[in-house]
C-alpha cells in the first residue's frame, strides 16, 4: 500500500498528498475498511515530515473520507456528517420563544391549493398491482413531460427535490471530485456534496445566476465533474437566470463534456419568471429537479427528476432496493392538483401574493436604508453588519430569521440573515424598520465586525 500511495502523489503538500489519497478511494484502489500506512511510514516513503502527512491525514478525516481509531490506527471510511457539523441543522431551532418565526423557509400553508376535492376524485383508486410497474404513473409522466423546460429524455418522480439531489449526488459525486456550487447555495446541498468527500467550490452570482466568466475560470482551474444549480428563485436571494445567461453558462461549459449539470427548479409554479434549463443546450448532460412542495405542498413529498437515461435508469434501479417508488397515491393526487382548474387558479394567486410580499417588504426596507435582495421565490436575502448580532436584536422582538453563514461555500465580503418574506402577510413598514435596525447593529456600537461567531452557527 506504501508503493501505490507513493505512486499516486505527485505534489507532496498536506493538500496534494490528502487528494492523492482521496483519489485511491474513489477509484476503489483503496477500499472502505483498508488500514492505511502509519504516519511515519507515509512521511519516510515521500520523504517529507510527519507533521505534512498528519496534516493530510487531518484533512481526510475531516472530510469524512478516514477514520482515526487511536492506537489501531487510520482506515477508510464511509463519510458521515456528525449533526452537529451539519449546514441544515443550524439553520433553525437556534432560538427559543419566538412569535414570528421567518426562518423556515417553507411556504404559507393557507397559500396551498386544497386537497380535499383532489382526494375525492381519486378516492379508494388500487393504482398499485405490481413491485415491478413503473414508477411513475402514466398520465402523471405525460403532464410533466409537457410541462419540462426542454424535452427530457428520461424521468422519473422521487419523494421531493431534496430525495432528488441525494439521489443524483449519489449516482454523481465520488470522494475527491470538484464539483461547482453557486456561493452563496442551499445548505442542504454542501451538506450532501460534503457527505460523500465533494470538494465544494463555490462560484460568484450576480442579480441573473451564476457569473460565466466566474463559471469559465472554475472550469479551468478544478475540472469538476458537476455543476449544481438552481435556475430559478435561488434560494436564498430569490434572482433567476434569463435565457441570456442559460446561453452563456452552456457556451462556458461546451468545452468541457465530461461536465454534468444538476438543476434544482425548487420553487416551481410559485416562481415568477419563467422556467429556464440549460438542457435546452446540452440535454445529454443536464439533470433538471422540479419541485412540488413549495407550490403545492411539503407533505406531498414529490418531485420530478429527468435527464440522461443512464443516470435516471441507475437511481430508478437503486430505488428498487429501498422504497421503490414514490406513493402512486400522491402522485394521483399531485396529477389532479397539476390538472384542476380551482387548483390551478389557487397556485396562480399564491404567486401574485408572494410576488406582492416581497415588493412590500422590499419597498419598506428601502425606504429604512437597508440593503436586501429578493426577485422571486419566498426568501428574502438581508444584508447585515453583524449575523450574531441581527438575530439577537430580532430576537429580542420575538423574531427569528435564518443564519447567513449555512449558506455560505466562501466569505461573500457582507453578512446576511434569510428572511422567509413569504410567510409575512402585513404590518411591513414597522417589520422593516424592526429588521434594519437589527442589520444595523453594530453600527451603534456593539462590538467588531471581526468577532467570531459562536459555537455551531457555522
Given at each position: 500500500m506504501l508503493g501505490l500511495i507513493k505512486g499516486a502523489v505527485d505534489d507532496r503538500s498536506a493538500r496534494g498528498i490528502a487528494a492523492a489519497v482521496s483519489r485511491l478511494v474513489t477509484a476503489g484502489d483503496l477500499p472502505v475498511g483498508s488500514r492505511l500506512p502509519t504516519v511515519r511510514d507515509v512521511a519516510r516513503e515521500l520523504g517529507v515530515s510527519p507533521t505534512t502527512v498528519s496534516e493530510a491525514w487531518q484533512r481526510l478525516a475531516r472530510a469524512g473520507a478516514i477514520q482515526t481509531r487511536g492506537r489501531s490506527g487510520s482506515f477508510v471510511a464511509v463519510p458521515v456528517l456528525p449533526r452537529q457539523r451539519l449546514r441544515y441543522a443550524q439553520l433553525g431551532g437556534l432560538l427559543t420563544g419566538v412569535s414570528r418565526d421567518f426562518s423556515t423557509g417553507v411556504p404559507d400553508y393557507d397559500l396551498l391549493p386544497g386537497v380535499t376535492e383532489s382526494l375525492k376524485r381519486v378516492g379508494d383508486a388500487r393504482l398499485t398491482t405490481s413491485y415491478l410497474e413503473a414508477a411513475v404513473l402514466p398520465p402523471l409522466e405525460r403532464v410533466l413531460r409537457q410541462r419540462w423546460p426542454y424535452p427530457p429524455d428520461q424521468l422519473t418522480v422521487v419523494d421531493g427535490a431534496l430525495d432528488a439531489l441525494d439521489r443524483v449526488t449519489a449516482t454523481l459525486v465520488r470522494l475527491g471530485d470538484h464539483v461547482l456550487v453557486e456561493n452563496p447555495a442551499f445548505p442542504p446541498v454542501l451538506d450532501l456534496l460534503e457527505a460523500v468527500g465533494a470538494t465544494v467550490v463555490g462560484v460568484p452570482i450576480d442579480e441573473h445566476g451564476m457569473c460565466p466568466d466566474a463559471l469559465g475560470e472554475a472550469l479551468r482551474t478544478y475540472d469538476p465533474v458537476a455543476v449544481y444549480l438552481q435556475p430559478r428563485a435561488h434560494n436564498p436571494t430569490g434572482v433567476s437566470m434569463t435565457a441570456r445567461r442559460v446561453e452563456e453558462l452552456a457556451d462556458a461549459l461546451a468545452?468541457?463534456?465530461?461536465?454534468?449539470?444538476?438543476?434544482?427548479?425548487?420553487?416551481?409554479?410559485?416562481?415568477?419568471?419563467?422556467?429556464?434549463?440549460?438542457?435546452?443546450?446540452?440535454?445529454?448532460?443536464?439533470?433538471?429537479?422540479?419541485?412540488?412542495?413549495?407550490?403545492?405542498?411539503?407533505?406531498?413529498?414529490?418531485?420530478?427528476?429527468?435527464?440522461?437515461?443512464?443516470?435516471?435508469?441507475?437511481?430508478?434501479?437503486?430505488?428498487?432496493?429501498?422504497?421503490?417508488?414514490?406513493?402512486?397515491?400522491?402522485?394521483?393526487?399531485?396529477?389532479?392538483?397539476?390538472?384542476?382548474?380551482?387548483?390551478?387558479?389557487?397556485?396562480?394567486?399564491?404567486?401574485?401574493v408572494y410576488a406582492e410580499r416581497r415588493a412590500a417588504l422590499l419597498a419598506a426596507l428601502a425606504a429604512h436604508g437597508a440593503t436586501a435582495t429578493a426577485a422571486d421565490g419566498i426568501n428574502l436575502w438581508l444584508t447585515v453588519d453583524d449575523q450574531q448580532m441581527a438575530m439577537l436584536a430580532l430576537a429580542a422582538h420575538g423574531i427569528a430569521v435564518a443564519p447567513g453563514a449555512p449558506f455560505e461555500v466562501t466569505g461573500l465580503g457582507a453578512e446576511h440573515v434569510r428572511v422567509t418574506v413569504g410567510l409575512i402577510r402585513d404590518d411591513f413598514d414597522s417589520l422593516a424598520a424592526i429588521l434594519a435596525s437589527a442589520a444595523g447593529a453594530t453600527a451603534r456600537g456593539s462590538g467588531s465586525r471581526s468577532r467570531p461567531h459562536p459555537r455551531g452557527w457555522r
Open positions: 468545452a468541457y463534456p465530461e461536465v454534468t449539470v444538476v438543476e434544482d427548479d425548487h420553487a416551481g409554479d410559485i416562481a415568477t419568471a419563467p422556467p429556464v434549463s440549460l438542457g435546452t443546450r446540452l440535454p445529454d448532460r443536464t439533470v433538471h429537479v422540479a419541485g412540488f412542495s413549495k407550490s403545492h405542498g411539503p407533505d406531498l413529498r414529490l418531485a420530478a427528476l429527468a435527464g440522461p437515461a443512464p443516470l435516471i435508469t441507475a437511481i430508478g434501479d437503486r430505488r428498487l432496493l429501498g422504497p421503490g417508488w414514490s406513493s402512486r397515491l400522491l402522485q394521483a393526487v399531485l396529477l389532479d392538483l397539476l390538472t384542476d382548474a380551482d387548483a390551478i387558479a389557487q397556485v396562480a394567486a399564491a404567486r401574485e
